[in-house]
């Protein structure tokens, strides 16, 4: 099994930057790809940002594109960084962990979800 956990939610005024980190523990060498989702008030879940757990390739949403990083910042942490924050951007952030290699933004892709960590933007 792999366990993760989500970390650096908090308030944040538009066009401020915020950093989440995801730690994961457990099986961690089943891990193919680590994935960031979010779910805004009244909205279905989302992808965000995806890394693969060891060649680093990442993808993308086109809504975060150019504001947000993902990273694999050492052998057990994820981050994604958020730069330029936008009111949308107002959601719960959840890190997942796929152990296929299956489409990077499918939900159902992925075997194992943190506990999620709110973030609001707003003035």
């Known amino acids: 099994q792999v366990q993760l956990v989500e970390s650096g939610g908090g308030l944040v005024q538009p066009g401020g930057s915020l950093t989440l980190s995801c730690d994961a523990s457990?099986?961690?060498?089943?891990?193919?790809?680590m994935g960031w989702f979010r779910q805004g008030p009244g909205s279905e879940r989302e992808f965000v940002a995806a890394?693969?757990?060891?060649?680093?390739?990442t993808s993308y949403a086109d809504s975060v594109k150019g504001r947000f990083t993902i990273s694999r910042d050492n052998a057990n942490t994820v981050t994604l960084q958020m730069n330029g924050l936008k009111p949308e951007d107002t959601a719960v952030y959840y890190c997942?962990?796929?152990?296929?290699?299956?489409?990077?933004?499918?939900?159902?892709?992925?075997?194992?979800w943190g506990q999620g960590t709110q973030v609001i933007v707003s003035s």
């Open positions: 997942a962990a796929a152990s296929g290699s299956g489409y990077y933004y499918t939900i159902q892709n992925y075997d194992y």
């Open positions: 457990g099986r961690t060498f089943s891990i193919y790809r």
């Open positions: 890394i693969t757990w060891r060649g680093g390739f």
